[in-house]
């Protein structure tokens, strides 16, 4: 999974609790996204980060925040937990050469709220 | 909203034929990529397309472009077991003032020995 490992790979949580998600580069990659999965909707961009402490919102922001200190560290926060944020949640990098955007995936996050 | 559309949304195939899968997308496109996802893992890059080709091979794997349809395909010629997996397309196109990748909902493909 090229260089992208994320923690934790399980984890079940109640309503309204925090939870953090973290993901963790070796490639030095500028840039890092966090990406839900669900059935039937495929992968929805929550946030992503074009650099240290530079992060901007995706398609499903609502209840996740997120932030980057370091280069090789990207974190997902969701503040007060729903069930509705139950999903897989999927890491990526890139780094976004001239006309290239390919990028790069963690083996992802399976998240359980009840 | 959804970019990439793929089609069907499942597949079934004997080894050794080929499968072909679908997308079609909305808005104009900076390039489109195909990936792969086997069960219970992240996606993997597969082959990327830019807005001014039309045809683009990789091994057994064949994208065309159509930009005035709005459509790409994907073909896996020869198809082996190993291939089961689901596969998307993705759209990369500017939305503001960044890039981003806009996923469909993917085709699931299966390969029966």
């Known amino acids: 999974d090229a260089g992208i490992t994320q923690s934790p790979r399980h984890k079940v949580t109640e309503t309204g609790t925090p939870v953090t998600l973290r993901c963790h580069q070796t490639e030095n990659h500028r840039y890092m996204y966090w990406y839900r999965q669900d059935p039937g909707h495929g992968l929805r961009l929550i946030h992503y980060?074009?650099?240290?402490?530079?992060?901007d919102k995706g398609e499903v922001s609502d209840g996740y925040s997120v932030s980057r200190s370091k280069t090789e560290d990207f974190l997902l926060t969701l503040e007060s937990a729903t069930s509705s944020q139950t999903s897989v949640y999927f890491c990526?990098?890139?780094?976004?050469?001239?006309?290239?955007?390919?990028?790069?995936f963690g083996p992802g996050t399976r998240l359980t709220v009840l | 909203s959804q970019q990439g559309e793929e089609d069907p949304q499942a597949l079934s195939i004997q080894e050794g034929e080929n499968a072909t899968m679908n997308c079609s997308y909305k808005t104009s496109i900076n390039n489109l990529q195909w990936y792969r996802q086997n069960s219970g893992r992240g996606l993997v890059h597969l082959i990327l397309?830019?807005?001014?080709?039309r045809e683009k091979h990789s091994g057994r794997l064949r994208v065309t472009l159509d930009t005035s349809k709005k459509s790409s395909s994907l073909l896996i010629t020869a198809s082996r077991a190993a291939d089961t997996a689901s596969y998307f397309c993705?759209?990369?196109?500017?939305?503001?003032?960044?890039?981003?990748?806009?996923f469909g909902s993917g085709t699931q493909l299966t390969v029966l020995p």
């Open positions: 993705a759209t990369d196109r500017t939305s503001g003032s960044a890039r981003q990748l806009t």
């Open positions: 980060s074009y650099g240290v402490k530079d992060t």
């Open positions: 990526a990098i890139s780094e976004r050469l001239a006309s290239h955007n390919e990028q790069f």
């Open positions: 397309i830019r807005s001014n080709e």
